[in-house]
C-alpha cells in the first residue's frame, strides 16, 4: 500500500486544440481520452470550433 503512496501522481496527457485562449482556459488543451459537449445556440461557432480544432490537430501531425 506504501508503494502507491511514494509514486508521483500520473502525467494527464492533453491534446492542444490550436487555439491559444482557449488552450490556457484548458490548461494546455482537451484531456486525452475526455469527453466533451459544445453546446449554444444556432451561429454561436460550433462547427467552426471543432473544424478549426481538427484543422490544427491534423496540421500538427495528429
Do not use: V, W
Request: charged share 10%.
Amino acid at each position: 500500500m506504501s508503494e502507491l503512496a511514494d509514486q508521483p501522481p500520473p502525467t494527464l496527457q492533453r491534446i492542444p486544440s490550436g487555439i491559444a485562449g482557449l488552450d490556457r482556459i484548458l490548461h494546455g488543451g482537451f484531456l486525452k481520452g475526455g469527453t466533451y459537449l459544445i453546446m449554444g445556440p444556432p451561429g454561436a461557432g460550433k462547427t467552426i470550433l471543432a473544424n478549426q480544432f481538427c484543422f490544427n490537430h491534423i496540421a500538427a501531425g495528429g
